[in-house]
């Protein structure tokens, strides 16, 4: 039997990455991300563990912190969302399993969850149309978490820079309808897109 | 109506699930009288005005359970506290009356 290698398929079936006046959308390829959940009274003991492989205090509300490569994101009490580049075959639940054994509970999401980057000074006023949460600067700015809902369909997002870009995560299955919907708020934003 | 959740801040209705009352605890069913504990704990109920404390679940956020303090006839919600703390006894409106 010949070798074969499995090679990963975009969810967005869609989606190009693309760049309009005002805004550019492009959908994260090739990331690694895991979940983790603190044990009981476990808390302390995981953020001293997390403090020490990554040199970062593990965010008690909704923000995000960046460590050694990886995007820590609040994701409800005592949870956390964990995201890196795949590369090198880097794979965070067996690493986060490794380092936080006994403490967390940790899943794997890579498969489970895409991500969409949103970015440029029209990306509010987009997903605006969309989100049911105040995105104004003074309220949601750089490293702002939120776990919410977009257009019906249930995101967890935050924010990387202050560009602004934003990132939405949703289970896999939606990425079609979340992007029709993107789309959508797009054209009715930004005049060259119509 | 807007529930402000103590994690996720200031968020409308529509991210909530209501849960019922907050304050009938589950009786104990190996007890003699589990049936008549039993009848009380799902259907009396004395549905009054006023103040109620409701379990309420952030089912599209944080997922967090908590205990909402809510004026049934207003809907004015004077207190919004984490189900956790009030199951064990840390939360601010218990403090209060400690």
């Known amino acids: 039997m010949a070798d074969s290698t499995l090679q990963p398929t975009s969810a967005f079936s869609h989606l190009e990455p693309t ?3 005002g805004i550019a959308i492009e959908p994260r390829e090739n990331f690694t991300m895991a979940s983790f959940a603190a044990g009981k009274g476990r808390l302390e003991a995981l953020a001293a563990a997390i403090r020490e492989a990554y040199g970062v205090e593990l965010p008690r509300r909704p923000q995000r912190v960046v460590g050694n490569g990886i995007v820590f994101v609040w994701l409800g ?28 509970s940790v899943v794997d999401q890579s498969d489970g969850r895409v991500i969409v980057r949103v970015s440029g000074p029209l990306a509010r006023e987009v997903l605006a149309k969309g989100v049911p949460i105040d995105l104004h600067a003074d309220t949601f700015g750089v490293n702002a978490v ?37 789309l959508e708020a797009v054209a009715s934003t930004v005049p060259a897109a119509a | 109506m807007r529930i402000a959740c103590p994690y996720c801040g200031e968020r409308s209705l529509d991210e909530y ?6 304050t009938v605890r589950r009786p104990d069913f190996a007890s003699p009288t589990a ?6 704990y799902v259907y009396e109920r004395k549905n009054s005005p006023g103040q109620h404390r409701e379990l309420w679940y952030h089912a599209a956020g944080c997922h967090a359970w908590l205990v909402v303090t809510r004026d049934v006839s207003t809907h004015i919600i004077t207190a919004v506290e984490p189900a956790k703390d009030v199951a064990l006894g840390t939360a601010s409106s218990m403090k209060d009356t400690a």
């Not at chain 1, 009490?77 to 986060?96: C, F, G, S, Y």
């Not at chain 1, 990387?160 to 934003?166: G, Y």
């Not at chain 2, 049936?35 to 009380?40: E, I, N, S």
Request: proline residues 4%; charged residues 20%.
């Open chain 1, 77 to 104: 009490p005592d949870q956390w969302l964990a995201i890196a580049e795949r590369t090198n075959n880097r794979d965070l639940e067996v690493e986060l399993k490794q380092r936080v054994a006994g403490l967390a």
């Open chain 1, 146 to 182: 939120a776990i919410t809902h977009a257009s019906h369909i249930g995101v967890i997002m935050w924010q990387v820079d202050a560009a602004p870009t934003f990132e939405l995560a949703m289970f896999r299955s939606y990425a079609d309808s979340f992007a029709h919907w993107l």
């Open chain 2, 35 to 40: 049936q008549a504990d039993f009848v009380k």
């Open chain 1, 19 to 21: 760049s309009l006046p």
């Open chain 2, 17 to 22: 699930l209501y849960s019922g009352d907050a």
